[in-house]
Every structure is written in C-alpha cells, then in structure tokens.
T-cell receptor, first 117, second 112 residues
Framework: EPEVTQTPSHQVTQMGQEVILRCVPI?????FYWYRQILGQKVEFLVS????????KSEIFDDQFSVERPDGSNFTLKIRSTKLEDSAMYFC???????????????FGEGSRLTVL | GDSVTQMEGPVTLSEEAFLTINCTYT??????LFWYVQYPGEGLQLLLK?????DKGSNKGFEATYRKETTSFHLEKGSVQVSDSAVYFC???????????FGGGTRLMVKP
C-alpha cells in the first residue's frame, strides 16, 4: 500500500541551527500537512499546503517555519533557527483528492524526531 | 473553533477486559470522525473512521459509533490484548474536510 515517508527519522541539532525535515507524500495526493507532537502531548496542526501554497497555518507556525515543495515528490519543513521548545516529533501527512478526500482522512508518515540541544 | 476532548489516561486494563475510551467533539456542520493509534516508537495509523451520523467504524475488534445527538465517538473493544497497548487519538475534520483536529490522546496499557 502506498505510504508517506519521512527523513530523517531522528535529528539532533544545536539551538539556533537550521533544520530541514523531508517528506515524500503519497504520489497522487495533492494536499499536504505538517503536524507536531511534543513528547507525551497532543498532536498539533502546523500547516497545510495545496496547489503550491499554504492553505492554513496555526499560531505555532511562525516566521521561523517555512514549507516548500521543491520538486514533484518532496515536501519539506524548514525551521530557520531552532529553539529548545521545537523539540518534538514532526509528522507529515497527505490527503487524497477524490474518493476519500471528502472524508478528510489523512495518511501519516512515521515521523521525524527533532531534538534541540 | 473545532475541538476534540477525550478521556485522559493512562488506562490500565488486564487482558480480555472491556475497553471504552470516551471522545466528544465540537464542530460546525458534519465532520468526519476518526480514531488513530500510535504504537510505541511508531507513527500515527488510522484505526477506524465514520463519516456521517449513526455510522459505525470498526477494525481489529475496535468499534466506534458516530453519535450526533451527543457529539460523541467513543472507542470500544470487547476484549483487549497486550498488543493493543498504545496511545489512541480521537480526531475530527473541520467543515471543509481539509484539516484534522486531534484530541489529547489516551494511553492504554494492557497487562497479561
């Protein structure tokens, strides 16, 4: 079954460094998302992306964050200058454009764990 | 805005016990409702879903019924196994169906 893949699975970085998390959504999906989960806490929406632009973003998604679809397959999340509180598991997700699209079902990757020291 | 509230964990049960994890939602319109499961060290997997009132989602012995009158989507399983130990997240879509809002998650621990 097609799946969403994310790299790296775990990244450790120093505070203030830039981090790029990569995702390859399911190939015929056109809606993409980033969520994050701070350890032991709820899964929080960051941003949604459609037609090469951000369609929704949360308050968490401030100027330090950006997303990009640099080619036909990758969807990236960049954190410009990481802070300690950015330590979390970051989940990428994608959504179909027909059939299941109306139900809103998201397909999630296995996550990228970011540790900021 | 839309929100999802689920019972706090951890929930600790013995094998073969009956499980209920409560979930209620607030949303405008007619959201779709989901239960996702996160096994230790893994990502989020869809467990089951329901897209309209009175629908029952089911998978792997788990069930949840979309109750519009009580805005609930409680997760149940008649006989849990040790392998069901995980964190369970209730979620709902917004009215446009393009965003998923999660509850806080409920950790289930099943002891042999």
């Amino acid at each position: 079954e097609p799946e969403v893949t994310q790299t790296p699975s775990h990244q450790v970085t120093q505070m203030g460094q830039e981090v790029i998390l990569r995702c390859v959504p399911i190939s015929n999906h056109l809606y993409f998302y980033w969520y994050r989960q701070i350890l032991g806490q709820k899964v929080e929406f960051l941003v949604s992306f459609y037609n090469n632009e951000i369609s929704e973003k949360s308050e968490i998604f401030d100027d330090q964050f950006s997303v990009e679809r640099p080619d036909g397959s990758n969807f990236t999340l960049k954190i410009r200058s990481t802070k300690l509180e950015d330590s979390a598991m970051y989940f990428c997700a994608s959504r179909a454009t027909s059939g299941r699209a109306r139900t809103g079902e998201l397909f999630f990757g296995e996550g990228s764990r970011l540790t900021v020291l | 805005g839309d929100s999802v509230t689920q019972m706090e964990g951890p929930v600790t049960l013995s094998e073969e016990a009956f499980l209920t994890i409560n979930c209620t939602y607030t949303a405008t319109g007619y959201p779709s409702l989901f239960w996702y499961v996160q096994y230790p060290g893994e990502g989020l997997q869809l467990l089951l879903k329901a897209t309209k009132a009175d629908d029952k989602g089911s998978n792997k012995g788990f069930e949840a019924t979309y109750r519009k009158e009580t805005t609930s989507f409680h997760l149940e399983k008649g006989s849990v196994q040790v392998s069901d130990s995980a964190v369970y997240f209730c979620a709902s879509t917004n009215n446009a169906g393009n965003m998923l809002t999660f509850g806080g998650g409920t950790r289930l621990m099943v002891k042999p």
